[in-house]
């Protein structure tokens, strides 16, 4: 099976990954696109959470009896500023209504309840720069570890043109608290202009998975474990959604030794 999961030019339904079609426990990610004027429901399962996110457009959002207008109003993953996501309980259902195009993601991770909706709001979100030189990288917190979640962690990434990120080669497959931890992933790649193409290396130190993909706007690259590097060709700048979810709800990497001498330095 491959770890590059396909988007569809057109419809409603961008991209899904279900643990079932993953094979794995924990991470549950789509996309949708909706026309202005239309609405969409989701129903999460009722043991998973979920965290929404408007990645584009204007939309009018209700859920657990609660309802927001007007959120997002990016017009591109790539403006520079945060986006609007909403966190729900299992069994939630939102109702969506676009007042122009607009494009929404939707990850999920197991939960039993504990936290209540909420907005997320884009002056809440942590923004940060990682890396140096052409390791340099836009980071976007949607729904990081200091914030209440059961299992989801959600970030996106900005990669300018001719750029790596993701990098150096780092994994969290091993249940080593405090120096790594067990993270499945999904990567949302979105690229400018749209016709580029980024390139994405999964692999473990065994080779017992070792995919090098060339991965297009809309497609998703699944990471059940092993090293995940981003390398973005000159002339195309790219974006990616992040989910992550396991075991424990925290982030702790391992770089690959090979490659871990160009930040000791």
Known sequence: MSLLVKSAPRGEAIVTVTPESAHWKHVGFEARRLAAGETTTITLPTDREGCLVVLTGTVDVAVAGQAWK??????S???DRSPHAIYAPPAST???TAHDDAELALASAPATGRFDVRLIAPESMKRSVRGTGA????VCDILPETEP???LLVVEVLTPAGHSSSYPPHKHDTDNLPDESVLEETYYHRIDPPQGFAFQRVYTDERDIDES??????DVVMVPR????????????GYYLNVMAGPRRAWHFHNDPAHEWMIAR
Not at 226 to 237: A, F, L, N
């Open 226 to 237: 092993g090293y995940h590097p981003v390398v973005m060709p000159h002339g195309y700048r």
């Open 70 to 75: 007007q959120l997002g109003g990016r017009a």
């Open 149 to 151: 979640a059961e299992s």
């Open 213 to 218: 993909m060339a991965v297009g706007d809309h």
């Open 94 to 96: 939102f109702t969506i």
């Open 135 to 138: 390791n340099t990288r836009y």
């Open 77 to 79: 993953v790539f403006d």
